[in-house]
Each structure stands twice: as C-alpha cells, then as structure tokens.
C-alpha cells in the first residue's frame, strides 16, 4: 500500500557514528538524540539502539510515554506544561525549564511520586523562543529553586536557531559559560550538563570550535536527515536520503496546462495562479496536503515538476517521462516534510534495517 515511507536504519546509525565522533573530537561528552521527528515510533526508536546518544529526547509527553520500557534517561524538551505534570514528573527523568511557578509544581508533584525530577535551566542568548533571558535577574530565581527538594538543577542549556533564527557563535557559548560559572559561584553547586543546542551548532563543530565546557549538544536534523540547520547545507559523510517517500500515480492524461473557467478559490480558499504552457502530460499520485505539504516533497526525478494538488491529490508534470498508471515515483523531504509524513497515519512506514 501507498504511500509508504521507508526509513533506513544503517543511513541512520551512519549518520549518529559520524556525529558521535565528530562530538568527541570536540569534548561534547554527552549528546540527545532528538527523536521528535519520528512522531512516537518506538519501532525506528528500538532499531536505532544501542548508540552513542546518552539519552532520548522529545518534545512530547506523549512519545516519551511510548519509549517508557527503553533504558535510556528521557527528557522532554519542551518546556512543561502547568496541566502535564505529572505525566512529566512520571515519564522523564529531565525537562527544560524556565519558570519558577512550573518548576515548583514539578516539585510538588515530585514529592508525591517519590522521586527527584531533574531540570536543564534554559537560557534565551537571542533566539527570543524559551529560556530565561541572559540578561535577566536569573540568581534570584536560581535561589528559589535550590530551595526545592525534589527538584535537581542538572544543567543549563540553550536553543537557537529556532524561532529567531540565531546562528551560534563562539561568544553564545562564552555567554552560557559565564551564567554557568556565575550560578556555581553564588550557590557554591556543580552544573554537570551545559547544552549547547541543537544541529545548528555543527558548523563550530566542524571547525572544531565549540569552546571546552559546552559538553552537550541536542540533536536531531542532523541525524536524521545529515544536514546541519544554521544554515541548511548537508554535511558531506552524512546520509541525507535516510527517508524516502513511496506514492502511487491514479491518473495519467494529456490536458491544457491553464484551467478553464472563471478561477476563483481553490480547496484550501486561496486563488491559484497559472502560467499557461500548453498541452501537458500531467500524473495525478495519490498524496495529498493532508499527508505532507507538497513544496516540503524532493522528486528523486530531476525529469518530473510538482505542480499542485490538493488534499488527497499530488499534481506532476510528467511530459518528459514515461510514467503510466500505477507507477510509483520516490521523494525525499525535508525537515517539516519528515515531521508530516512520520505524523500522518496514512503513510505506511516501512523499516529496512540491513
Ligand atoms: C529544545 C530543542 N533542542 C533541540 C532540538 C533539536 O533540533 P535539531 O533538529 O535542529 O537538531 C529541538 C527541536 O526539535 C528543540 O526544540
């Protein structure tokens, strides 16, 4: 059945051996597999162990919850949520923090269910998306919390790259060593874990540039799809064709290229726009924006253009090819493409694992 997306679990652990090793070289001693791309599949998840990631990172409760049986520390990495926490409390070991009122109710329900919960202090160096921002009063904040017996302060940590688009430097890192050395300092404890961020970090990595003392990093674009995300180029050595999308053409059939008619709206309300080149061999395949949006799909067939759809049609110029009914073509996708496809219930996932 299609469409189906297969997934290559060599590529994969290829692409973690080369981030591993690229981590080392560059003393970031302990490294999060970020596995929210993979939307909960615990079997992708399973395949991939053992590895040289310490721990499984998610965004969701809900996909953590899903990895519950494997012996690997979880940690959410979403800031939690106030109505979430016992879940959070009860299926990870850590969650990114940065506020007070939060991280007291983690407490609380901490005690309840007898156990530490350890948090990651985010700092916002910029990127203006969580974290306490650097330049705030955080000692006051850091004071109440040491206060708190069932919370534990493993670490700081930053994001960038996200929402602002913030490209790290070395003084990022400067700035985050600094709110490290500062907190120590003043409440005389040890901060174990200074996270870095995400696959935006590789291009210092590359250059071997990541100042001594961020030793982890939180990674997932680059594992899964082998490209670094500061600024979207793939890492040569890196497997970038892990996924591949499998999708069946419905109808293949010579029509005008220009619609015909008064053009209003579109199924998605928008007023579509034309160029009008003549008679096309156009292939109808079974995908649709319901499954992935269509400018996220990478035809594998530089012959072939995506030229719209719908929510369950995918639209293709097909006029150089030879492509009949029933053929399947293959895409590769990106980031926010992997995430719909792995979401969509309606994509097959296929594990090739040799
Ligand atoms: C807090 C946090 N850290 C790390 C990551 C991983 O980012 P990337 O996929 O760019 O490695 C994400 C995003 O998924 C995130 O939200």
Sequence with gaps: MYPKLTIDIKKIKENMDYLCKLCEENSVSSRFLVTKVLAGNGEIVKALLPWGFSHLADSRIANLKLYKDFPYPKVLLRLPSQSGIADTVKYSDISINSEISTIKLLNQEAKKQNKKHQIILMFDLGDLREGIFYQADYLSMLKAITDLQYIEIVGIGTNLTCYGGIIPTIEHYYTLLEIKEKIEKAFGISLPLISGGNSSALPLLLEKKIPKGINNLRLGESVFLGRETAYGTPIPNMHQNAFTLHAEIIEVQTKPSYPIG?????????????????????????????????????????????????????????????????????????????????????????????
């Design 262 to 354: 008064e053009i209003g709206l579109n199924s998605f309300g928008e007023k579509p726009e034309f160029t009008d080149l003549g008679l096309m061999k156009r292939a109808i395949v079974a995908l649709g924006k319901q499954d992935v949006q269509l400018d996220n799909l990478i035809p594998l067939d530089s012959l072939i253009t995506i030229l719209g759809g719908s929510s369950d049609h995918l639209i293709i110029d097909v006029s150089k090819t030879s492509y009949q009914v029933g053929d399947i073509l293959q895409f590769n996708l990106n980031y926010p493409g992997l995430l719909q496809t792995m979401t969509s219930s309606y994509v097959k996932k296929e594990i090739i694992n040799n």
